[in-house]
């Protein structure tokens, strides 16, 4: 462990470099990639069931290029902002668990991308045909820019952060610090959950609901058997117990 204390000077003084290397590093990602927007904009739009968007505003596709380059920015960055909280929120690792915490960011990221990758792919089409077809006949639907944007990300992040779950809890699990029987005694509350997500995030009918609510239960339990796998239980900083007989008296 690292027995180092420091003052509330050096704590803040950590902090401000940590945040200056997390800011900057979005900020050179998002200055960078705000010449690739336009296409990336180009291609989310025509890869859903959506014919015709419009704009309402001067400047409305401007902020809607600036709100895509800060989300694919933070995704990018995401690694390096992960390792930056984890190693000033958690002083006290061993080097072998800085490592894990260091090692789990690159397959945190992917899980995140597939995550999102499921939303996009699977069940934006979902919700916007049963958004469509509430429309009916005779009635031609035209999408805001800034509002269809708004809508894909927000339905989509969520579902890369839920794919988090299983690594976050294989990790946790194998530091010691979550048990695997957790899973069970919360099960009931993780299902709840899940349909209270859905109800937010889909469409007012149960199909969408159920159709959403049911991965995101799944990767509760996955996360549950990768706790189970993985746990560690924490080491014992107790010394021995030696016990005095009456013949070791005098």
Do not use: C
Request: aromatic share 10%.
């Amino acid at each position: 462990m690292n027995d180092k204390r420091m003052t509330v000077t050096e704590h803040l003084t950590e902090l401000r470099n940590r945040l200056f290397v997390m800011l900057g590093t979005v900020a050179i990602i998002f200055l960078v990639g705000f010449f690739y927007t336009r296409p990336v904009l180009h291609w989310i739009i025509t890869h859903t069931p959506v014919h015709h968007v419009i704009v309402t505003g001067v400047t409305e596709a401007f902020f809607a290029l600036i709100q895509l380059d800060l989300a694919m920015s933070l995704i990018l960055a995401s690694p390096l902002l992960l390792y930056e909280i984890a190693a000033f929120i958690l002083p006290g690792l061993t080097a072998t668990e800085r490592r894990v915490v260091g090692v789990i960011t690159g397959p945190g990221l992917i899980l995140f991308i597939i995550g999102v990758a499921v939303g996009y792919f699977v069940f934006i089409p979902i919700v916007l045909r049963v958004m469509l077809s509430f429309t009916g006949n005779g009635i031609e639907p035209l999408w805001r820019l800034g509002s269809l944007l708004s809508f894909i990300i927000d339905l989509s992040v969520p579902f890369g952060i839920v794919a988090e779950l299983p690594l976050i809890s294989g990790v946790l699990s194998h530091l010691g610090l979550v048990h695997p029987t957790t899973f069970s005694r919360y099960r009931r509350y993780a299902l709840l959950l899940s349909f209270f997500i859905a109800a937010i995030l889909a469409p007012p009918d149960a199909l969408s609901m159920t159709l959403m609510a049911v991965p995101i239960y799944l990767v509760y339990e996955v996360s549950a058997l990768v706790a189970r796998f993985t746990y560690k239980a924490p080491e014992s900083t107790d010394g021995p117990n030696i016990t005095t007989g009456p013949d070791d008296i005098g």
